[in-house]
């Protein structure tokens, strides 16, 4: 049991506060860029949570699911901007609200 | 002392955060969405995770956002002109993110010139989770392996210009 000098649950408060921070942007901006960031910003809290568990109890699982988000978040903003290319190509703006109807 | 090092570091994360996602212009936007990730690099080391530190430092902050500028950049290029490109490097904009990005070497400085009383309880090393990640975790390395594959092949797909699929649709 390695224990944290800074309680738990402040690490997983700022988590949560990053994780909502990261929500509020997803459905508050139209811009498909922003989306994009606030997403990777989700998925870093979710990350945080994660690897502040680990060390609280000194194992190294936390940081191997870090690992594995890294490489989601990876693969995930490489497809995504490959659709943000097609969107400006095929719309000419990167406002989602032009892009809702499938087949456009 | 590591206490306060984390609440600053946490502070600068959350107001990072906060300001990338409420700017208009995407770049700025991505300056400050770097900053929060060397924030959250620096809470990791404070943690006693300096793997995890390293990674988020060289794959988030550095590769996945170098993604994000090259399709910024490429999206830019036809309306880009040169009193743009002046705006954007007034001192305005990159004060902040330079005095916040200073106070994150700091505060790295100091928790490296202390690391054996600052690391909070025992520091996972590197080397336990490469015992873990490839002897009970080996099934998830080649998950994640898989997973990068598919998303090499999505982003290829998608990135590719349809001058051939536009033609035949036509």
């Given at each position: 049991m390695g224990?944290?000098?800074?309680?738990?649950?402040?690490?997983?408060?700022?988590?949560?506060?990053?994780?909502?921070?990261?929500?509020?942007?997803?459905?508050?901006?139209?811009?498909?860029?922003?989306?994009?960031?606030?997403?990777?910003?989700?998925?870093?809290?979710?990350?945080?949570?994660?690897?502040?568990?680990?060390?609280?109890?000194?194992q190294p699982d936390g940081q191997i699911v870090f690992l594995i988000i890294l490489s989601v978040a990876a693969a995930e903003v490489a497809v995504g901007l490959g659709l943000v290319l097609q969107i400006q190509r095929r719309f000419k703006t990167l406002d989602m609200d032009t892009a809702n109807r499938l087949r456009g | 002392m590591m206490e306060v090092l984390f609440y600053i570091a946490s502070l600068v994360a959350l107001s990072a955060t906060a300001l990338a996602l409420t700017r208009s212009n995407a770049t700025h936007a991505l300056i400050y969405l770097i900053l929060s990730l060397l924030a959250v690099a620096v809470v990791f080391f404070l943690l006693g995770a300096p793997f995890a530190a390293a990674l988020?430092?060289?794959?988030?902050?550095?590769?996945?956002?170098?993604?994000?500028?090259?399709?910024?950049?490429?999206?830019?290029?036809?309306?880009?002109?040169?009193?743009?490109?002046?705006?954007?490097?007034?001192?305005?904009?990159?004060?902040?993110?330079?005095?916040?990005?200073?106070?994150?070497?700091?505060?790295?400085?100091?928790?490296?010139?202390?690391?054996?009383?600052?690391?909070?309880?025992?520091?996972?090393?590197?080397?336990?989770?490469?015992?873990?990640?490839?002897?009970?975790?080996?099934?998830?390395?080649?998950?994640?392996?898989?997973?990068?594959?598919?998303g090499l092949v999505g982003a290829y797909h998608l990135g590719r210009r349809f001058i051939v699929r536009e033609s035949e649709d036509d």
């Open positions: 224990g944290l000098t800074v309680p738990l649950e402040h690490v997983l408060v700022l988590a949560a506060l990053l994780f909502s921070f990261g929500l509020l942007g997803l459905m508050l901006r139209r811009n498909i860029i922003f989306m994009l960031m606030s997403l990777e910003v989700m998925l870093n809290a979710a990350a945080l949570a994660f690897v502040a568990a680990g060390a609280n109890w000194a | 988020e430092v060289l794959i988030y902050a550095g590769a996945i956002m170098v993604l994000f500028v090259f399709v910024i950049m490429m999206l830019n290029l036809g309306e880009a002109g040169d009193a743009r490109e002046r705006q954007w490097l007034t001192p305005r904009n990159w004060l902040v993110p330079g005095f916040m990005a200073t106070l994150l070497f700091i505060e790295l400085m100091l928790a490296l010139s202390h690391t054996p009383d600052i690391v909070s309880g025992v520091a996972v090393e590197p080397k336990a989770v490469g015992l873990a990640l490839f002897g009970p975790y080996v099934l998830a390395v080649e998950i994640a392996s898989m997973l990068l594959l598919a």
